[in-house]
């Protein structure tokens, strides 16, 4: 597995940040080489801070949506950092989304860094949602120091979301459906018998970022999965595969789609909250 996270060793430092102080909360703008990279809302003696890693399609409406779901952790001293996912057009191809995963990984790396030198918080949590959440199985394999994950209508297994899902029809097609099947009897065996470096040798990039590769590294972490029962993005199946491989895992499900978890989430702040607090304590 260590050949693996050598893939994702670049590291992109934040460079400068700007703070702006309020009455209950302070704001930090956090910059690197690639400009303004995330926004740390902090309040007063707060103990905690959780990383949220939007999906695709971010904007500053996303951020606003976001912001209005989660700003009640505030109230509870845990401060929120909302990564800026910049650029996040999914129809790439296999080597563009493979750059794209090194980049992002690196610069969330650079930003728990800094988190940890700066506040030094007792905890670091992530939220990730859909795309921003199968990022966060990689950078949660690789950062040991990342203990609770919510992962919001995320799931694994590229096959499944390529080939079964809506996005067969907005993917760039550069591998043939039957050779894609073959392709995943082998990285199952592979991953079955634990034969990580072998995976480096399959002819594509997508089993380097896909989240079934890095569940062994997450299997003794504390993970929440809230996930669309009728999501046709995420297809049940995707979930249910993370399930196999990390038995801990535990996995809600909303009656809606993927689009619209928007409105569902305001129904899962308390277990939000007593996860982000107790982890998989609050389930016993």
Not at 259 to 279: D, E, H, M, S
Request: one cysteine or more; aromatic letters at 16%.
């Amino acid at each position: 597995m260590e050949s693996l996270f050598k893939i994702y060793d670049k590291f992109f430092e934040i460079l400068e940040y700007k703070k702006e102080c309020g009455k209950k909360l302070d704001i930090f703008k956090l910059y690197n080489e690639n400009g303004l990279i995330a926004e740390i809302y902090l309040p007063l003696n707060f103990n905690t801070i959780t990383i949220i890693l939007p999906g695709a399609g971010y904007s500053k409406k996303t951020k606003r949506i976001i912001f209005k779901n989660l700003n009640y952790l505030l109230e509870e001293k845990i401060g929120l950092c909302i990564f800026e996912m910049k650029k996040c057009d999914l129809n790439k191809t296999d080597e563009e989304f493979f750059e794209f995963f090194k980049k992002i990984v690196g610069e969330i790396r650079g930003i728990i860094k800094f988190i940890d030198l700066n506040f030094k918080p007792k905890n670091i949590n992530i939220i990730g949602v859909s795309l921003g959440g199968i990022i966060g199985f990689v950078v949660g394999a690789i950062e040991e120091r990342i203990k609770k994950f919510i992962f919001l209508i995320t799931g694994g297994n590229f096959e499944f979301i390529t080939w079964k899902s809506i996005l067969r029809f907005y993917f760039k097609k550069d591998c043939k459906r039957n050779v894609c099947r073959k392709m995943h009897k082998i990285y199952k065996h592979f991953l079955k018998n634990k034969l990580y470096n072998e995976i480096q040798n399959l002819p594509r990039k997508c089993f380097l970022y896909d989240p079934l590769t890095y569940t062994e590294n997450l299997k003794n972490r504390q993970i929440l999965m809230i996930n669309g029962l009728f999501d046709f993005i995420i297809p049940f199946w995707s979930v249910i595969e993370i399930k196999k491989k990390i038995k801990n895992a535990k996995i809600l499900w909303y009656p809606g789609t993927h689009l619209t978890l928007r409105y569902f989430l305001p129904f899962y702040k308390r277990v939000i909250l007593k996860f982000l607090k107790n982890g998989n304590k609050c389930w016993n």
